[in-house]
């Protein structure tokens, strides 16, 4: 693009776009919208015209602060699947980096803001910066407001930034020429190719100086609603595969870029809410004033209220009291629950999702359908938000994490982990069969059984005594290794009710028939039901085969020690 498409660009995201049946969405106004109604504000301002102060009855936030507790996701909930039974060690090392990897990254506070903004404003987009991945204003983003997406075409993010931000690798010579600014306005535009995308940051598009003035250029000036663009200058360009912005709705709108959240969904109940609540405060306000009338022209006109000192005898022919009281609060209260019980029916926040108590005589299976139709709906959004972090990690989270622990390094566990079982048991077979290749090259024999056995007993009991492991990772270590992304989004990795019936089920299986965990089949079944509750079976130290029962030693104090214990694994270190 030009100067004049780039320009043509930004002022159309101010115009309105008529939608299908006639109506007109503005992107600017809506966001505005939003942004008042979340905060509790109104657009006309905190009085009436008769001086009353006017009292927001503010229903969206709490709606949106219920749904983002339906859908917060966690680094807990990100779960890497071996796809091959040779991997489960090495995935199961890089599943533990990649959990801390993630912490040091702030990654888990990316997922906070996503599903704060995202039931707010009804969109996300997030970009890649050299800090990694983090969420950007809508109000900056500048786009066909008509298009599938804020991002999807041309577009262009608007920000400041100071002369120290700019990187050297712009050209901002002519820029700092043209004035001495604390702050210059960025445009970096993105544009649509056959061969992917043309990125351009332009800068002094619009400006003002310290004193107010206003430096452009005579050629490419335009004034649009009484703004004044001076001519661009291009700092920096670049060609893209891809851009560094990614985007999702909560809901999809047909005729527009930007989705809908609960707040737009919830303006006219909004409305309505207040409306209701100030027509209710006037009505209080005027019929709690007493009135009087009288016949008598000596006190008309006359406040006998204010005037009125007790005890004073009134000196009057008649005075009668005015019949003002009011006689409608009923239907304020009616209306309020009808707006309210509209609120709840289109946002499935009822008072079971709520936690406050259901209304008396309530049947169980009533209130049962509420519950399912709740977390029904919010599951679904957790899908939703799911597959998109999904596809996040899998093109450029995990990626990323495998270059920056590609080095070798040493991870540590602790006993209190709990995974620490099992990371005993692989250790222990990792250091018993690089210590019989030992000993056979050594012998030239194979140990018998009981001096297996002996060995892995004298390994475990020196891990025992250790309070921490500490794994020596080495280069490239998990860069081959095969895995599957998943996502928890049914949210019962932290149901203790759930993991406590699943964990009673399995012990209650192997009890009546030990055999179930070693026969493949079966034991493949009870894996898969523990992952749909959130329970990795390596925390139930199911996923190491324990040695055979029989072939324990007899008499283990007269076996001799063997002599390749004195090693160590190079990859394993206790």
């Not at 039974?85 to 990649?98: G, I």
């Not at 445009?187 to 043309?198: I, L, P, Q, R, S």
């Not at 977390?375 to 270059?403: A, C, Q």
């Not at 060995?455 to 020196?462: A, E, G």
């Amino acid at each position: 693009m030009n100067d004049s498409q780039h320009r043509k660009l930004i002022a159309g995201w101010y115009e309105p776009v008529e939608m299908p049946g006639g109506w007109k969405s503005n992107q600017p106004e809506t966001l505005k919208m939003v942004d008042l109604y979340y905060s509790g504000k109104f657009k006309t301002g905190q009085y009436d015209p008769q001086g009353f102060r006017k009292f927001f009855y503010n229903i969206v936030k709490p709606t949106c602060d219920i749904a983002t507790k339906f859908i917060d996701l966690d680094t807990r909930d990100i779960l890497l699947t071996p796809e091959h039974a040779n991997d489960d060690l090495r995935v199961f090392l890089m599943q533990r980096r990649l959990k801390q990897w993630l912490k040091d990254s702030d990654f888990g506070i990316l997922l906070n803001d996503m599903t704060y903004l995202w039931p707010i404003y009804g969109h996300l987009v997030i970009k890649k910066s050299k800090d990694g991945w983090k969420t950007v204003p809508l109000q900056s983003i500048r786009n066909n407001p008509a298009a599938k997406g804020l991002v999807t075409g041309s577009f262009a993010e608007v920000y400041t930034m100071s002369p120290d931000e700019m990187p050297g690798s712009w050209n901002t010579t002519e820029l700092f020429g043209r004035g001495e600014m604390e702050d210059y306005l960025i445009y970096d535009c993105f544009t649509k190719t056959a061969e992917g995308w043309k990125r351009e940051v332009k800068g002094d598009m619009w400006a003002r100086l310290k004193d107010g003035a206003v430096m452009r250029s005579a050629e490419s000036e335009i004034n649009y609603r009484n703004e004044k663009w001076v001519g661009s200058l291009t700092l920096f360009t670049e060609d893209l595969k891809e851009h560094n912005y990614r985007e999702l709705k909560w809901e999809h709108v047909a005729g527009r870029a930007l989705g809908r959240g609960y707040v737009e969904y919830l303006e006219d109940n909004q409305v309505a809410m207040n409306e209701t609540e100030n027509l209710e405060r006037k009505s209080l306000a005027i019929h709690s004033t007493p009135l009087f009338f009288s016949s008598d022209e000596d006190i008309a006109g006359k406040n006998v209220i204010v005037n009125y000192n007790p005890g004073q005898i009134l000196n009057a022919r008649d005075i009668q009291p005015l019949a003002n009281e009011a006689r409608n609060l009923p239907q304020f209260t009616e209306t309020r629950q009808n707006w309210g019980s509209n609120t709840e029916r289109k946002t499935f926040t009822s008072n079971i999702t709520t936690g406050a108590s259901l209304p008396s005589r309530t049947p169980l299976g009533v209130a049962n359908q509420q519950a399912q139709m709740a977390s029904s709906f919010f599951e679904r959004k957790r899908e939703e938000l799911g597959l998109f972090l999904k596809r996040l990690l899998m093109d450029d989270i995990i990626p990323n994490f495998k270059h920056d622990t590609r080095k070798e390094h040493v991870l540590t566990f602790s006993c209190a982990d709990e995974e620490s079982q099992y990371l005993d048991d692989a250790i222990t077979e990792a250091m018993v069969g690089e210590s019989l290749i030992k000993y056979v090259d050594k012998t030239g024999w194979f140990p018998s059984n009981e001096q297996k056995q002996l060995l892995r007993l004298q390994v475990q009991d020196k891990l025992k005594g250790k309070k921490n492991r500490y794994l020596k990772i080495p280069d490239g270590f998990w860069t081959n290794a095969k895995y599957m992304v998943d996502i928890n989004i049914t949210g019962e990795s932290s149901d203790v009710s759930v993991k406590s019936q699943l964990i009673q089920m399995v012990l209650s299986i192997a009890g009546t028939n030990p055999m179930a965990l070693q026969d493949p089949n079966s034991r493949g079944l009870i894996f898969k039901l523990l992952s749909l509750g959130g329970i990795s079976p390596m925390e139930l130290g199911l996923t190491y085969k324990s040695p055979d029962p029989q072939m324990q030693p007899q008499v283990a104090g007269s076996l001799a020690k063997p002599q390749a214990m004195q090693g160590a694994p190079s990859m394993m270190q206790v």
